[in-house]
């Protein structure tokens, strides 16, 4: 259903001779003033897209009466730049239609484990660690290692990446899911392609006011932190473990030399992972709702195929293939991102209605 743009500007001018009341309650100008700035945002938003239209309709029109080529050459790339701003600012315009989850917003904790084939799936969590920590610097955020266990071989058998920055959880909510890689491993000497799995868990973090934890509800035990081949063993009991007994979330931590660290780190990633195990629900309902599944962080799902020996990569979610893995395993997997972030968009299409159209 379209959206009735005549009624959105009726609504606003209500809006704004209500507000002139100087009778208003504070609570019920709040609220006035909330819906007028969304109002007030779309309007504008539309505006620029209406005006950026006929100055593209009218630069289509002169490339078509141009005769000398090279004033036609102009025009067709003043079209081609209006085209990549109208774009834009259609994607802009979605965003405030259909608003994006709260969450999308927030900073992450990432969470890669080794899944099926042993030291293979261990060494490939290394490998999905570099291209999570290589795409992070790309976007100009900052990841950090919080937690890890290390193997003989170089691999993990899980790492906890903390990555901060503006919309981190909204680019990578899709990585949720099993991982799989296709290739030959190195200790191999038949050649013969192996496949193994990886999980990965995006966490948005957690902020005080999301999740209130009674100290009553938490279990901790403390253990001495070990690792690959005698490497981070301490002589006292500096590893930890939080037990949330409500719902039986557990969280170790054990890079710290500190214990006190260690518990404060493992403590944060907790709170992080109910705050996860809550937008999961939420978002299920949602999709319960309108009878679809769609899968949206859905832990047990294939998400994506890495395929080694033909140097291909393919994502599960948005049926996007690319014969470039190469580059993909160095961080770069922005046509996978924004392919994700398109079906993302697509879906608050689905389930959005504003000002009583949609």
């Known amino acids: 259903m379209a959206i009735e743009w005549d009624v959105l500007r009726k609504r606003h001018k209500q809006l704004s001779d209500s507000l002139a009341n ?19 945002s779309l309007l504008l938003k539309h505006t620029e897209i209406h005006d950026i239209q006929a100055v593209l309709d009218d630069a289509r029109k002169q490339v078509q009466q141009e005769t000398d080529s090279e004033m036609a050459q102009l025009f067709e790339q003043e079209v081609h730049d209006l085209e990549q701003a109208l774009s834009k600012l259609q994607k802009e315009l979605d965003d405030l239609l259909y608003p994006p989850y709260e969450h999308d917003n927030r900073s992450v904790f990432l969470e890669i484990r080794s899944g099926a084939g042993g030291q293979e799936a261990a060494l490939f969590v290394a ?24 193997t003989d071989l170089g691999g993990f058998r899980e790492v ?60 901790v035990d403390v253990f001495r932190a070990s690792g ?20 039986g979330v557990v969280v170790s931590c054990q890079d710290e030399r500190s214990q006190h660290k260690n518990k404060a780190k493992a403590l944060k990633i907790l709170k992080s992972r109910i705050l996860a195990h809550e937008v999961e629900k939420q978002q299920q309902h949602e999709r319960s709702q309108r009878k679809q599944q769609v899968g949206a962080g859905m832990r047990a799902e294939k998400v994506r195929t890495y395929n080694f020996p033909q140097n ?5 979610q948005v049926n996007v293939t690319l014969k470039k893995l190469d580059m993909v395993m160095e961080g770069d997997i922005d046509v996978i991102i924004q392919a994700l972030q398109e079906k993302d968009r697509q879906e608050r299409r689905d389930r959005a209605i504003v000002g009583g159209v949609g």
């Open 160 to 219: 906890v990446l903390y990555i901060q920055g503006k919309g981190v959880y909204g680019h990578l909510k899709h990585e949720s899911g099993v991982h799989r890689v296709q290739r030959v491993p190195e200790t191999e000497t038949s050649g013969r392609v192996h496949t193994s799995t990886a999980t990965v868990a995006v966490l948005p973090e957690a902020k005080e006011v999301d999740i209130l934890i009674n100290p009553s509800d938490l279990r």
């Open 127 to 150: 490998d999905l660690l570099k291209m999570y920590s290589n795409y992070a610097a790309k976007m100009g955020w900052r990841a950090t290692v919080e937690d890890s266990s290390a």
């Open 312 to 316: 291909r990569v393919t994502d599960h």
């Open 228 to 247: 690959a081949g005698g490497q981070h063993v301490n002589t006292t009991d500096s590893a930890v473990r939080i037990t949330h007994e409500p719902t």
């Open 22 to 40: 100087n009778q208003l309650d504070r609570a019920e100008r709040e609220k006035l003033q909330k819906e007028y700035a969304q109002l007030d």
